[in-house]
């Protein structure tokens, strides 16, 4: 009794691990562009709340995830609060920054001599950093509501409709939205959650100065 043997594709391994790989590669490429996202801080804006070189993970799907190709978002979980950290477009450039949202719409933002004020009031601020001493008075001549006289004076001035104020927590170094006005809802990217790596990248990148103590830390 003579039995038949077939024999598999010398191929079909080769094609399982391709659909395999493409099929994490998507995977991995949805859950980035709908659900967590890296991000480096590239500059000193944030300090010392953030530090330049800190790596951490952002969240897409809380104020609704944009869909590629298109202006639409996901459902949200909630909208941006006073004190949320957020990734986002900028809208000056199109770069990726990160700043603190101090005033959402319908808000009153006012700089006055560096202190902060939202409806009239300070907020309380224990995150806020300066390194300048010196404060530059308003300028006068200057009918622009943004630009560079801003800094430490700034305002009154209501957040419309659809948008958001950013400031960073380095007050006197941070490119804000002093500087180029309120955010659109539809350039954010996403919320700061945890600090996963953070390297001291001032004092070189060999050997690697991690910063242990900063990794695993939540953002807030």
Not at 51 to 76: A, E, H, I, M, Q
Not at 88 to 113: H, L, M, N, Q, Y
């Amino acid at each position: 009794m003579s039995r038949t043997v077939t024999k598999a594709p010398k191929d079909g391994g080769w094609r399982s691990y391709a659909q395999s790989l493409l099929l994490a590669v998507l995977l991995a490429l949805v859950f980035r562009q709908f659900v967590l996202q890296a991000f480096r801080i590239p500059s000193q804006s944030m300090e010392q709340t953030l530090l330049k070189g800190d790596f951490l993970f952002v969240t897409k799907f809380l104020y609704g995830s944009p869909v590629p190709f298109t202006d639409w978002r996901l459902p949200k979980l909630r909208a941006p609060r006073r004190g949320d950290i957020i990734v986002f477009k900028s809208p000056s450039d199109g770069r990726d920054f990160i700043k603190r949202c101090v005033a959402v719409a319908g808000d009153t933002v006012e700089v006055r001599g560096k202190d902060l004020y939202v409806n009239r009031k300070r907020p309380v601020e224990p995150y806020a950093h300066h390194v300048d001493p010196r404060v530059y008075p308003p300028s006068p001549s200057s009918r622009e509501p943004f630009g560079t006289h801003r800094r430490d004076f700034f305002g009154p001035y209501v957040v419309p409709p659809g948008n958001i104020f950013m400031m960073g927590d380095n007050r006197d170094n941070s490119a804000d939205g002093r500087f180029w006005g309120p955010l659109p809802l539809g350039n954010i990217k996403g919320k700061a959650m945890f600090i996963y790596f953070s390297i001291d990248t001032d004092r070189g990148l060999f050997p690697p100065h991690l910063r242990l103590r900063r990794i695993g830390k939540l953002i807030h």
